[in-house]
């Protein structure tokens, strides 16, 4: 099983750009979380899916969407890219909301 | 809004020794803790985590204890190695409706 992964690595955008993130998980969880974690302020829930085809923001959903078309699949997408989302993008997945939950290994986006 | 502190902000400790490290909250409702390792670079991997019925979990030389009246976790962790060097965070639900809330995290050193 892979696990959760994240697609690409790393991506460096222009102010204005936009782009999509994909997040994939293989353990049939219902739960999907999207994160950002900057330097001193821990992890914050940008958009989170308790399941297929549903969504729900979190505490810092400004500027971004998403979609779950798929159950294995959370995409976090960013229509007009800006400085201030210049950080490390991290996606989860949980059985359940109150059950631990499984990271995949970053997306490092830089917005110039 | 509920603030979760880690208590040090960055620990450095000969090889061998026994540490702690400390997790609060604003909020002492707590369903569930979770305690995490995070690799430079890397993603976030859960290390245990305690159910609202539990006061603490053990993994190998890890044991963390909630006390849910003070509203604070400690992550122990005896005969600390180089390889646990890494930051540690601890994660908070206060309720089963809401999501886990993350800490900035306490970034650990074990020297050989």
């Known amino acids: 099983n892979a696990g959760v992964t994240q697609t690409p690595k790393f991506r460096v955008l222009k102010t204005g750009q936009s782009m999509t993130l994909l997040c994939a998980q293989d353990?049939?969880?219902?739960?999907m979380y999207w994160y950002r974690q900057d330097p001193g302020m821990g992890l914050r829930l940008i958009h989170y899916s308790v399941g297929e085809g549903t969504t729900a923001k979190g505490e810092v959903p400004d500027g971004y969407n998403v979609s779950r078309l798929k159950k294995q699949n959370f995409l976090l997408g960013l229509e007009s890219a800006a400085p201030s989302q210049t950080s490390v993008y991290f996606c989860?997945?949980?059985?359940?909301?109150?059950?631990?939950?499984?990271f995949g290994p970053g997306t490092r986006l830089t917005v110039l | 809004k509920q603030e979760v502190t880690q208590i040090p902000a960055a620990l450095s400790v000969p090889e061998g020794e026994n540490l702690v490290l400390n997790c609060s909250f604003t909020d002492s409702a707590i369903y569930n803790l979770q305690w995490f390792r995070q690799d430079p670079g890397k993603g976030l991997t859960s290390l245990l985590l305690?159910?609202?019925?539990?006061r603490e979990q053990t993994s190998g030389r890890l044991n963390a204890s909630l006390d849910k009246s003070s509203g604070r976790s400690t992550l122990y962790i005896a005969a600390s190695q180089p390889g646990d060097s890494a930051t540690y965070l601890c994660?908070?639900?206060?309720?089963?409706?809401?999501?886990?809330?993350f800490g900035p995290g306490t970034r650990l050193s074990v020297l050989p």
């Open positions: 353990m049939n969880h219902e739960y």
């Open positions: 994660a908070h639900l206060k309720s089963y409706g809401q999501n886990f809330v």
């Open positions: 989860a997945s949980s059985l359940d909301r109150i059950d631990t939950q499984y």
């Open positions: 305690i159910q609202s019925s539990q």
